[in-house]
C-alpha cells in the first residue's frame, strides 16, 4: 500500500447492437472507475456475433464464412469507428484498446491484407473525437502476429497527431505485466 498506488478500471467491450446496455452498464459502474478502455472483439455477422481473438480456428472459419480476410478486416474496421463514434454517455471510456487485433492471426493467412487507409482513418477519428490510444504490446507475445497493437509506424503518426498514448501490456497474468516495454519506450 505504501509502495504502489492500485487503480481501478476496466476494459469495456462495444458490441453493436448493445449500445443501450453498455451505456446503461456505464452509467452505474463508471463513477467507481478510475480508468477504462473501450474494445471491440465480437463483430457481428448476420444475426450472431464473433469473438475474433478467441483462437486460431475462429478467427480461420471467420474469414472462410465472409469469404476473405479483407471482408473481415472491414467489418473490425467499420465496427472499430462506431465504438470510438458512438455516445455511450458520460462514463464512455476515452482510451481504444489494441485498435488492430484484427492482426492477431494475421501470419496464418496467404496474403497480407493492404488496411493502411483505414488504420489511418481510425488514428484522425480517435484525434477528432479527443480519445487516447492503447499502445498495446501482447501482440508481441502472440505467434501469429508478432507486432505491436498498432504496429509502430502507425504510433509515430498518432504521436505526431498528438493523440495521447498510454503503454499497456495487455497481460492477463502477473509475470507478463509491463512485457515488451522495453521495444516501444523510445516511441512513448
Ligand atoms: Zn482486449
Known amino acids: 500500500k505504501k509502495d504502489i498506488v ?27 472507475l478510475d480508468d477504462s478502455i473501450l ?10 456475433y464473433t469473438c475474433i481473438d478467441f483462437s486460431k480456428s475462429t478467427f480461420t472459419e471467420f474469414v472462410e464464412r465472409l469469404g476473405s480476410p479483407m471482408a473481415v478486416y472491414k467489418l473490425y474496421y467499420k465496427t472499430l469507428i462506431d465504438s470510438i463514434t458512438s455516445n455511450l454517455g458520460d462514463y464512455k471510456p476515452r482510451r ?11 501470419h496464418t493467412l496467404t496474403e497480407v491484407v493492404q488496411d493502411h487507409e483505414d488504420i489511418v482513418n481510425i488514428l484522425k477519428e480517435i484525434k477528432h473525437q479527443q480519445l487516447e490510444l492503447d499502445v498495446n504490446t501482447a501482440g508481441l507475445a502472440k ?14 503518426f498518432a504521436k505526431e497527431l498528438e493523440i495521447p498514448l498510454v503503454f499497456g501490456s495487455d497481460a ?17
Request: a negative charge; proline letters at 5%.
Open 39 to 48: 474494445s471491440v472483439h465480437f463483430l457481428k455477422f448476420e444475426n450472431d
Open 96 to 106: 481504444i484498446g489494441h485498435i488492430t487485433l484484427v492482426h492477431k492471426f494475421q
Open 143 to 156: 505467434p501469429y502476429c508478432l507486432e505491436v497493437y498498432p504496429p509502430l509506424p502507425y504510433i509515430k
Open 172 to 188: 492477463h497474468q502477473a509475470k507478463d505485466l509491463h512485457q515488451f516495454y522495453n521495444n516501444i519506450s523510445n516511441l512513448l
Open 6 to 32: 492500485i487503480s481501478t478500471g476496466l476494459e469495456v467491450d462495444f458490441i453493436s447492437g448493445f449500445e443501450q446496455n453498455i451505456t446503461s452498464f456505464l452509467n452505474t459502474y463508471g463513477k467507481y
